[in-house]
């Protein structure tokens, strides 16, 4: 790749190489890339602590769209291209740069960075869409053709966002609730554009294996900022025997809930998708919608943890701390159910009884403190797991 025609140049075939029975591994570059979004996930859990109101949980969810969008869609991207290509590679490190502007506008979106957070979003989508027009006009037919519609579709939705980022209030947020429902939509209308009308998933050359662990490692993302945040709560407060307990409470609901999505779920999924006749409708679907809900019930809990080590006993437990004391694993199990029925069309039994335990949990939760009721949820998410587990074992005998 000498000279700058083989490090930059349009001559180059940037696209990932397909080995028959050789699965495409994620590259360093790729994991270097998530840093920043283990930022924004933190950002976004800090900015729902901070506004525990009805309105904060919307715009905290929507604000989790948004960074998990861009985020899926470059995981896509470098399912066709290879990251071990310097332009590849410098396109990233550009993304990262846009993704940390993009990452400290987070507290301040609805606010006076409001601007700054659009444009980052924007340059994002749209200049890694460009890019890969450039990447593939010469090389992949199909795909450039593809990228002409997802091009069109996020010019579009970036035209919302940047005057959304010029109004105030409920008017801002209102915009920006179309811009991002815009984006949604797209890969459900097969990217449909005048002219050149729609793409089928049967066209979208996906590597599997590579979309499946690029989607399980988000999740690790989003435990690890759980780890972190309970590991720096718990440093700065005495440590008690509630104390404590919150603690060991908190650590055992993470732990149960890596259990529960890579024990056994994940590994299958993966399975599913490689052998799939169609592996892209898997991914538009499994890898790019469902994971959203993972994500956000793990971010719920990070902030339920907070508040339980911040207040283990007293009375019993407020709305709030019971929304999210019970509602982050509420999400985290419901999204693993929606998310191994459409990758393994396994509906998991002891993630609906899990589901009718939490809402019991709830009920339960005015007649007892924080602790009693985070350590609820936690053995209630063991349960989950370790039911799963025995199944498995037995079905596979």
């Not at 396109?91 to 609805?110: D, K, R």
């Not at 957070?117 to 450039?134: D, I, K, N």
């Not at 025997?241 to 994940?266: E, K, P, R």
């Not at 403190?369 to 053995?379: D, F, G, Y």
Request: net charge negative; glycine share 8%; with cysteine.
């Amino acid at each position: 790749m000498a000279g700058p025609i083989g490090i930059f140049g349009s001559r180059q075939n940037l696209s990932r190489e397909r080995t028959p029975g050789e699965e495409a591994r994620v590259e360093y570059v790729e994991l270097f890339f998530d840093l920043v979004f283990v930022f924004a996930v933190t950002q976004i859990s800090h900015t729902l602590l901070k506004e525990l109101t009805l309105l904060g949980a919307f715009r905290s969810a929507f604000l989790l769209m948004a960074v998990w969008w861009v985020w899926v869609y470059t995981a896509w991207v470098t399912n066709w291209i290879d990251p071990r290509h310097w332009p590849v590679r410098f396109m990233l490190f550009v993304l990262m740069l846009a993704g940390l502007v993009l990452s400290t506008s987070i507290p301040e979106a609805f606010a006076e960075r409001g601007l700054a957070f659009a444009c980052a979003y924007v340059f994002m989508q749209v200049g890694r869409s460009v890019f890969m027009l450039w990447a593939l006009r010469r090389h992949n037919r199909t795909n450039y053709v593809n990228f002409q519609r997802i091009t069109a579709w996020l010019a579009l939705s970036g035209v919302f966002w940047i005057v959304g980022a010029f109004l105030e209030g409920e008017a801002r947020f209102a915009v920006w609730i179309l811009a991002l429902l815009i984006e949604y939509v797209a890969p459900s209308t097969g990217f449909w554009t005048p002219g050149i009308g729609a793409t089928k998933t049967v066209e979208w050359d996906v590597e599997g294996g590579h979309m499946a662990e690029r989607s399980a490692l988000f999740i690790i993302i989003a435990l690890g900022e759980s780890v972190l945040e309970i590991g720096a709560t718990f440093s700065e407060i005495e440590p008690t025997f509630a104390v404590v307990v919150a603690f060991l409470a908190s650590f055992g609901a993470t732990v149960a809930m890596w259990w529960i999505y890579f024990n056994i779920g994940a590994e299958n999924a993966k399975h599913q998708i490689e052998t799939s006749d169609d592996p892209g409708r898997i991914a538009r679907v499994a890898y790019t919608y469902s994971p959203l809900l993972l994500v956000a019930g793990i971010i719920v809990t990070a902030v339920a943890d907070e508040l339980t080590l911040g207040h283990p006993t007293g009375g019993p437990v407020d709305p709030v701390t019971t929304l999210t004391v019970v509602g982050g694993p509420v999400l985290y199990v419901f999204g693993n159910l929606v998310f191994k029925r459409i990758a393994t069309h396994i509906l998991p039994l002891s993630h609906i009884i899990g589901l009718a335990l939490l809402l019991i949990a709830a009920l339960v939760a005015p007649y007892v403190n924080a602790v009693t009721l985070s350590v609820l949820t936690s053995v209630i998410l063991f349960m989950v797991g370790y039911w799963e587990y025995v199944l498995h074992r037995r079905s596979g005998r």
